[in-house]
């Protein structure tokens, strides 16, 4: 038995892990965040896919079971690959899941008007997961995506309150708005940016919903559990959680403390080069 394990490229999973955890209060979980090469959205899908990799070994060397790719660029360029060629090598029994799909899954319910935006990084962007993936639950939902390249720094460097922050913020937001009048839902496609999910929304018109993604992720693996329980038997239950940071632990340790809303204690580790 093992711990669930949670992936992320920085912080922005921890926005996930808070919701699951809620969710899932009696379970074990690892967290681990990649920071010292984070940003992911900027990098290439041969380099997002063999980080990511790198992580999941780590994850299933510590006797994870199942881990949640709590970053939207690794769910896009590197979760199909890790599912479909690496898993029957290094680990059958185990599963690795995305944040993309269960938020596709219900995105044609959220909407009345079938045109729904998208801001995400520009690796997710560029994948189109979200246009292919709503096509397989929604056909005939329109989405509009809009690339936020400097979003994530501004968030992990806390600059996203700041009055040239939210100016770049506001901008992104009337391109997005721009592209189609009848849209009424907003998803947050990458998991920084709940943190300005309040600003967001009070700058968007009042029919537009903007919606992120932890609660969608924690209803959807509740599911799946009960649903594999060959899985949900394997995972430990003593309300622990163990935090993974390959950067620098006192700096993940006070920005961390304020995604999650406690004080986290965390470790080094190294995944490699």
Same mark, same amino acid.
């Given at each position: 038995?093992?711990?669930?394990?949670?992936?992320? #490229?920085?912080?922005?999973?921890?926005?996930?892990? &808070? @919701?699951?955890?809620?969710?899932?209060?009696?379970?074990?979980?690892?967290?681990?965040?990649?920071?010292?090469?984070?940003?992911?959205?900027?990098?290439?899908?041969?380099? !997002?896919?063999?980080?990511?990799?790198? *992580?999941? &070994?780590?994850?299933?060397?510590?006797?994870?079971?199942?881990?949640? +790719? *709590?970053? =939207?660029?690794?769910?896009?360029?590197?979760?199909? #690959?890790?599912?479909? &060629?690496?898993?029957?090598?290094?680990?059958?029994?185990?599963?690795?899941?995305?944040?993309?799909?269960? #938020?596709?899954?219900?995105i044609g319910e959220l909407t009345k008007s079938n045109s729904v935006g998208l801001l995400a990084t520009q690796g997710t962007v560029t994948s189109n997961s979200y246009v292919i993936e709503l096509k397989k639950f929604s056909p005939l939902t329109k989405i509009h995506q809009h690339a936020c390249p400097l979003w994530v720094s501004l968030i992990e460097n806390n600059k996203h309150c700041s009055i040239s922050g939210?100016? $770049?913020?506001?901008?992104?937001?009337?391109?997005?708005? /721009?592209?189609?009048?009848?849209?009424?839902?907003?998803?947050?496609?990458?998991?920084?940016?709940? $943190?300005?999910? /309040?600003?967001?929304?009070?700058?968007?018109?009042?029919? !537009? =919903?903007?919606?992120?993604?932890?609660?969608?992720?924690? @209803?959807?693996?509740?599911?799946?559990?009960?649903?594999?329980?060959? $899985?949900? #038997?394997?995972?430990?239950?003593?309300? &622990?959680? +163990?935090?993974?940071?390959?950067?620098?632990?006192? /700096?993940?340790? @006070?920005?961390?403390?304020?995604?999650?809303?406690?004080?986290?204690?965390?470790?080094?580790?190294?995944?490699?080069?």
């Open positions: 038995m093992g711990p669930i394990g949670v992936f992320d #490229s920085g912080y922005g999973g921890l926005t996930i892990l &808070k @919701d699951i955890k809620e969710k899932l209060p009696s379970y074990n979980f690892i967290y681990l965040g990649d920071n010292a090469r984070a940003p992911y959205g900027t990098k290439s899908f041969d380099l !997002v896919y063999k980080y990511t990799l790198q *992580a999941v &070994k780590d994850l299933f060397q510590r006797n994870c079971e199942l881990v949640i +790719l *709590a970053c =939207n660029t690794s769910s896009a360029k590197a979760l199909r #690959s890790i599912q479909q &060629k690496d898993l029957q090598i290094i680990a059958p029994n185990k599963r690795v899941l995305g944040v993309i799909r269960p #938020s596709t899954e219900i939210k100016e $770049i913020i506001k901008n992104d937001i009337e391109i997005l708005l /721009e592209k189609d009048s009848n849209m009424d839902l907003i998803v947050l496609g990458c998991t920084h940016y709940p $943190i300005v999910k /309040e600003y967001i929304q009070s700058i968007v018109p009042k029919h !537009v =919903n903007v919606i992120s993604q932890g609660q969608i992720v924690a @209803d959807r693996l509740f599911d799946y559990l009960n649903r594999h329980k060959d $899985i949900e #038997s394997r995972c430990s239950k003593e309300s &622990k959680i +163990l935090y993974l940071t390959t950067g620098d632990i006192d /700096e993940f340790n @006070d920005n961390a403390s304020n995604y999650i809303g406690e004080q986290i204690n965390s470790s080094h580790i190294n995944l490699g080069t």
